[in-house]
């Protein structure tokens, strides 16, 4: 009998690595807790209802409640004041069964996100966002907090094997979250591509985008990367997730990335959907920062 063969597919399964990754975070969560009779803990710390972010904080709780790690959901009305936001964090960084702290991004607007993140203790930093994580990352050291999501593009990366040593890196997007420290983690020592950083001032784009052997698009524009702006044989990493209208889908929207992915993928040697692809992966790095947060918390 003639058995049919999987067509070859140049999609990375963002789902697949995720959860490779979470089962070794799952079984550092039960080793410790057979060492030391305690349990990793994050805060989740909501303000306001913006729809997006009430579902990434709920994923974020439900995948600590599969992985062992204890967390609480701390949801605050949209009309919090800052000090009422810097007293809660405050309380979260002397309560020791919380061992990281994460504020959901964006905040509403009379809340100054920079003072915030510098008032989230640097040890709790699971999100990488503190001046001090941040500048310990770009001064080489990436042995601490990495930021969740250009680390999960790493691994994606890496564990898809994609060398990235001398290859010439394009990122889109110069976000705090994702362009800047994407830009960091690339051009790392033992990472050694060559970055270049592409945003909304960038004149003539394409002839960037063109010349990329590795793509990380984070530019927030829904199908923004068209086909006829990449080169054969392209590696792409979506990190865009944006809600367009869609009358006929069932909840009145669909969720496309920053890449046209129908005209992209065929040119591509390797590409992430979305969903499916880099949202996954920017949980698993929280989990795992969340469990470092823990093991680090037994070495002071
Ligand atoms: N909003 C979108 N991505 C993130 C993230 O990685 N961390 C936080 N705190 N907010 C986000």
């Known amino acids: 009998m003639k058995t049919i063969q999987p067509e070859s597919s140049n ?22 807790g057979k060492q030391y009779g305690a349990t990793p803990g994050l805060a989740v710390i909501l303000v306001g209802d913006n729809p997006a972010s009430k ?39 002397c309560n020791p069964t919380i061992h990281g702290i994460l504020v959901q991004s964006p905040p509403p607007p009379q809340i100054d996100e920079a003072e915030v993140v510098k008032a989230v203790a640097p040890d709790k930093d699971v999100d990488c966002f503190h001046p001090q994580n941040v500048g310990r990352m770009l001064l080489g050291d990436l042995t601490g907090f990495l930021p969740c999501t250009p680390s999960g593009v790493l691994q994606l990366l890496q564990r898809s094997g ?14 705090n979250i994702v362009g800047k420290p994407m830009m960091a983690l690339l051009s790392a020592k033992g990472v050694d591509a060559t970055v270049t950083m592409c945003h909304s001032r960038t004149k003539n784009l394409a002839d960037f985008t ?14 923004f990367l068209r086909g006829d702006m990449v080169k054969k044989g392209v590696v792409v990493i979506d990190v865009g997730i944006n809600r367009v209208e869609a009358p006929d889908a069932p909840k009145g929207y669909r969720l496309v990335g920053d890449v046209a992915f129908d005209e992209v993928a065929p040119k591509a040697s390797k590409i992430t959907p979305v969903p499916g692809g880099v949202g996954p992966m920017t949980i698993a790095m929280l989990m795992r920062n969340t469990v470092l947060a823990f093991e680090a918390s037994f070495k002071r």
Do not use: F, M, W
């Open 11 to 32: 999609l990375i399964d963002g789902k697949a690595i995720a959860d490779a990754v979470n089962r070794e975070t799952a079984t550092r969560v039960a080793d410790i």
């Open 162 to 175: 994609i060398e990235t040593a001398g290859k010439n890196a394009v990122v889109l997007g110069r976000s």
């Open 210 to 223: 063109k010349k990329a052997d590795i793509i990380v698009a984070a530019i927030g524009k829904p199908e």
């Open 55 to 93: 579902v990434y904080v709920n994923t974020k709780v439900k995948k600590c409640a599969e992985l062992g790690i204890y967390s609480e959901k701390i949801v605050l009305p949209k009309e919090t004041s800052q000090p009422e936001l810097l007293d809660v964090i405050h309380k979260l960084n």
